[in-house]
T-cell receptor
């Protein structure tokens, strides 16, 4: 079965610094979702990547999908306290609406003012 | 466009009891999935419902069961609660043309 490994598991950065979170799959990635979660709350959708080499940006967050490496990265530029939370990557088949999402264990981000 | 609503938000139950959690589906979505998230872990897939039928199940025992209604809303039932069932239960709807999964805010279940 497919497994996702996120690194690092936790991260503390100074406000204004850039950071990168990685998500590596044990199998070929056909689609990758990034979510953000505040402690004990639901998942907020950030981005969905469908094709190898695809890159998407929203505000100061950029995500890329490297199909060959079976990896996705999430990059935050000039971090702010509002970026703090748990970031989760999820893999699923975008072509099978009955497919489940498999998640990584999450990366906890703290941003120091 | 409405999002996914889960109820209740918090729940405390005693070991051995039964619990029912509810979830509404986002407008335009016809599939509902349930996930269990233990503290410090990523969400684990429980099962999925499509057209009122179970359509995929994770590694959870039969005491975890569900229903989907004609309006695509769903229930998760857990019988004979155990202490390890304490977790955040998340519901996600999907099946729209956007290939997205929309999550609710979750139900925090504590079993004592």
């Amino acid at each position: 079965s497919q497994e996702l490994e996120q690194s690092p598991q936790s991260l503390i950065v100074q406000e204004g610094k850039n950071l990168t979170i990685n998500c590596t799959s044990s199998k070929t990635l056909y689609g990758l979702y990034w979510y953000k979660q505040k402690y004990g709350e639901g998942l907020i959708f950030l981005m969905m990547l469908q094709k190898g080499g695809e890159e998407k940006s929203h505000e100061k967050i950029t995500a890329k999908l490297d199909e060959k490496k079976q990896q996705s990265s999430l990059h935050i530029t000039a971090s702010q306290p509002s970026h703090a939370g748990i970031y989760l990557c999820g893999a699923g088949s975008l072509y099978n609406q009955g497919g489940k999402l498999i998640f990584g264990q999450g990366t906890e981000l703290s941003v120091k003012p | 466009e409405t999002g996914v609503t889960q109820s209740p938000t918090h729940l405390i139950k005693t070991r051995g009891q039964q619990v029912t959690l509810r979830c509404s589906s986002q407008s335009g979505h016809n599939t509902v999935s349930w996930y269990q998230q233990a503290l410090g872990q990523g969400p684990q897939f429980i099962f999925q419902y499509y057209r009122e039928e179970e359509n995929g199940r994770g590694n959870f025992p039969p005491r975890f069961s569900g229903l989907q209604f004609p309006n695509y809303s769903s229930e998760l039932n857990v019988n004979a609660l155990e202490l390890d069932d304490s977790a955040l239960y998340l519901c996600a709807s999907s099946g729209g043309t956007d290939f997205g999964y929309t999550f609710g805010s979750g139900t925090r279940l504590t079993v004592v």
